[in-house]
């Protein structure tokens, strides 16, 4: 069975040549406009599907839809065979990954350390500390996942890609305090971020110690934190 005129679909080009039936024939005619609409569609399903795993990502949930979108139309899926390696340990860790489908495990040496399922991400280190990897990440049979490299981000945010990300989780955290959304505007905000800096703190590690006194206001970016009841 063969086809003619595709590329006129693709480049909306004049027909180089005339064709004739030399026979009664049968022919099933896509028209220009009609396959348009199917290109359209498809990207439009394909940027929200994209869409909806960067949501999944903590520090880029907040950043607003246009800087989304620049992210989205830079991600491609990164197919992997089995018992391919996406990363390996002492790799220098420049990109964050999210699984699209199928199963990856985590390796430190010849340990199992865990498995990643769809939906689930890693290699978020990268965006606060510079660092080498620290396991070996392997597909489990085929599987496939966003890739978001420093270059990705770079091109859809700005050389301050770091800046953006952070300021768009800390001015969340203000408008939606209930006494910050009362007294400070858009432009108060972004002034206060700047003097604001990024402190990591090491699992168990005591942020403010009941019955002393501090004067700090605190915006989590990644993590889990608790109020532990205790006499210190």
């Not at 039936?21 to 896509?30: G, K």
Request: charged share 30%; hydrophobic share 40%.
């Amino acid at each position: 069975m063969d086809c003619f005129g595709d590329l006129a679909l693709l480049q909306n080009n004049k027909r180089s040549g005339s064709v004739r039936s030399v026979s009664d024939t049968e022919l099933y005619v896509l028209n220009g406009e009609v396959f348009r609409k199917i290109v359209n569609s498809i990207n439009e399903e394909k940027l929200k599907e994209k869409l909806f795993f960067i949501d999944l990502i903590p520090i880029f949930k907040k950043l607003n839809n246009i800087q989304k979108t620049n992210i989205a139309k830079l991600i491609n899926l990164k197919e992997l065979k089995d018992q391919e390696t996406i990363f390996n340990e002492k790799d220098i860790g420049d990109s964050i990954c999210i699984v699209y489908d199928g199963i990856l495990k985590c390796y430190d040496g010849d340990k199992e350390i865990r498995k990643l399922y769809p939906k689930e991400y890693f290699g978020k280190n990268f965006f606060f500390i510079d660092f080498d990897k620290t396991l070996d990440i392997i597909s489990i049979g085929k599987s496939s996942c966003f890739v978001f490299s420093r270059e990705i981000l770079i091109e859809a945010l700005g050389n301050s890609y770091k800046d953006e990300i952070l300021f768009s989780i800390f001015k969340d955290s203000f408008k939606n305090n209930s006494i910050f959304s009362e007294i400070f505007s858009d432009s108060q905000i972004e002034n206060i971020y700047k003097i604001f800096h990024l402190k990591e703190y090491k699992h168990d590690e005591i942020i403010y110690a009941a019955g002393v006194k501090h004067r700090k206001i605190i915006t989590l970016i990644e993590g889990n934190i608790v109020n532990v009841f205790k006499n210190f």
